[in-house]
């Protein structure tokens, strides 16, 4: 067994570690993959390539946040994700969603990520048309929108990291 301090899924007999195997298991179970059931190499690989260039994003910072150098570590974050962007703008295009009019759990990674980014550097977010709308697509959607307005949607009352990390990222104040 693999031992992890990760996320952890529980679905009947299956247990799960790591959040990307979490996403990935629902985006089956759900019909929620980019290119559906039947997903060809390519569509598979552009998969792979916009999932991991969220999750480049998330990784950076991850490693910022808990670093006790994060201040001097912030601007060269904050230049690699307005690159990332201004990358996730010319994909998105005039997308409904990151792969058409079809939602999938990249999406839902995506809206995470993109979301905690925007509470470290809501400046990066500015004139970010596409990025917006789409988060707003995604925060639209109907079970999204009911958890977002619920008492208990988390993102409104606890940090993004550990109380303890240099940056913790607090929700922003009504």
Known sequence: AVVSTQSTGIDGDIKLTESISIYRYLGRKFDLMPGGPEMSPGEAAEADMVEQIVMDLRNHLTRAAYSPQFE??????????????????????????????????????????LEQLRVLSPESFK?????????GRVASLPKIKEWLDSEECTSKVYSINSPFAPWPGMPPSS
């Open 72 to 113: 001097s570590m912030k601007p060269a974050l904050i230049a690699k994700l307005d690159a990332r962007l201004g990358q996730l703008t010319t994909y998105i295009a005039d997308k409904s969603f990151l792969f058409g009019d079809r939602v999938t759990y990249i999406d839902f990674m995506a809206f995470e990520f």
């Open 127 to 135: 004139g970010m048309d596409a990025i917006n709308a789409y988060l």
